[in-house]
């Protein structure tokens, strides 16, 4: 349970198969496929009010779909529940940063909501080059600052499936090649990350699948 | 996931709401405050009669304690749904009844205890007999609990609307009532020096039954509105 698992890159993960969505009586996207194997990144693409977010928020299992189904290792995840979010991890449009809390506190919270990592709070802090702001309140923090804090949980959880919402939005170049090097190596250790960005996406080399809404 | 860390993100969820209403002291000591001055003012506008205030204190208490537990209840949910907290309870590797029941804890240690501590010295400020003090204070810690736990069940369902405050009360206000009409007759019968194990029983009843059901249809509400 420790470890991301590794299976065989020929087997799918996550397979979403005839995906239907209906938003205020207007479909968002019908007959959506698509399978993920371990170590494939996938990025979702298409103009603003598309589905894109919604598109994520089903795979996450927040919002249920008109018909279709998402499955995990061959199991709907409605039906995996809990057992599935212990995989994953959202980053959503929200921060999900709780702004009373430090900088520790709230990395120690994703810990102990999730199926916490072997990494310590100081190497997340390192890695996210908050090194220092331990005892600083989120609400200081800047906008950038925070979206890093929120990508933390990325590092704070051992996740096989990162699920990210414009990851990129508010940061700098250098946050940016942050956590394209992470989503590399995570790809790298047979992990699976589903994202949507306006910028452009460059993971040092990684290939990167692409899916286009309409 | 193990019963250990299941243990230990209840209680951690459980710390971090009330360290964060502790950083936010002063939003949090509204309920406490408005239960006092609701309290204290019932005698000025009732006048000198003081065999009517004193007839009437069970009830005075008991309404005031429910206000101003209804007027916190926005607080259990409505920040975290708005900074996407809510969003990653949800899809935490634990149960969402156990964190629901973490939360709806600390809100209960953080408004529904302080009104039970407080409440006696404004029993003996309406006149209430001193038999009858017991009384309300265990009808409080039976109660306060019941109306935080149901209370939330009304916040989960209307926290992904702009302005749920008066769909709240109409949706918790009839479950109050009970809840109501139980705790202040309780402290009434004892002030009269009657015995009131029966009563205290069905509190205590009613208690253990939200416990264990009212988690239930919080974390289903707390889905639909995200959803």
Redesign the interface.
Same mark, same amino acid.
């Given at each position: 349970m420790n470890a991301p698992e590794r299976p065989g890159a020929s087997r799918s993960l996550l397979e979403v198969a005839g995906l239907h969505c209906v938003r205020d009586d207007k479909d968002l996207f019908t007959g959506l496929d698509f399978n993920l194997h371990a170590g494939q990144i996938l990025l979702v693409e298409g103009r603003n009010g598309c589905g894109k977010t919604t598109l994520l928020?089903i795979l996450?299992?927040?919002?249920?779909q008109e018909s279709g189904t998402v499955r995990w290792c061959g199991e709907p995840i409605e039906k995996l529940g809990?057992?599935y979010?212990?995989r994953?991890a959202?980053v959503?449009?929200?921060?999900?940063?709780? !702004?009373?809390?430090t900088v520790l506190?709230n990395i120690?919270?994703?810990q102990?909501?999730?199926?916490p990592s072997e990494r310590s709070v100081g190497d997340i802090l390192e890695i996210i080059q908050l090194l220092g702001y331990d005892d600083v309140?989120a609400q200081v923090l800047s906008a950038g600052q925070r979206r890093r804090l929120a990508l933390s !949980?990325l590092l704070a959880?051992n996740s096989v499936l990162w699920i990210l919402d414009e990851p990129f939005t508010s940061l700098d170049s250098r946050g940016i090649a942050i956590f394209a090097n992470l989503m590399a190596t995570h790809s790298a250790d047979g992990g699976l990350v589903v994202m949507t960005s306006h910028h452009p996406v460059d993971l040092n080399g990684v290939e990167i699948r692409r899916l286009r809404l309409f | 996931?193990n019963r250990r860390s299941l243990t230990?993100?209840f209680l951690?969820?459980l710390k971090?709401d009330m360290?964060?209403s502790f950083?936010?002291r002063s939003e949090a000591i509204n309920p406490l405050l408005f239960f006092v001055i609701v309290v204290t003012l019932f005698p000025l506008g009732i006048g000198s009669d003081t065999k009517l205030i004193q007839a009437m204190a069970p009830g005075v208490l008991w309404v005031a304690a429910l206000l101003a537990s209804m007027l916190s209840l926005d607080s259990i949910f409505r920040s975290d749904f708005?900074?996407?907290?809510l969003?990653?309870?949800?899809?935490?590797?634990?149960?969402v009844t156990v964190?629901v029941l973490a939360k709806v804890t600390a809100h209960w240690l953080v408004t529904g205890l302080p009104l039970m501590l407080v409440a006696p010295l404004l029993a003996v400020l309406l006149g209430l007999p001193g038999q009858g003090l017991s009384a309300l204070m265990l009808t409080l810690l039976l109660g306060t609990p019941v109306l935080s736990l149901v209370g939330a069940i009304g916040v989960a369902l209307t926290v992904g609307l702009r302005r749920g405050g008066v769909i709240i009360s109409l949706l918790v206000l009839p479950l109050y009532t009970p809840v109501l009409i139980l705790g202040s007759s309780t402290v009434q019968f004892a002030a009269a020096g009657l015995p009131v194990n029966g009563q205290l029983s069905m509190l205590a009843a009613m208690l253990a039954l939200a416990l264990a059901l009212a988690p239930l249809p919080t974390a289903a509400a707390l889905?639909l509105s995200?959803?």
């Open positions: 928020r996450c299992g927040i919002r249920a809990a057992s979010h212990q994953i959202y959503g449009h929200h921060d999900g940063v709780k !702004r009373e809390l506190e120690r919270l994703a102990a909501l999730g199926n309140p !949980r959880t | 996931m230990r993100a951690f969820l971090r360290l964060i950083r936010r708005e900074d996407g907290s969003e990653q309870l949800l899809l935490s590797a634990h149960p964190l889905r995200l959803s």
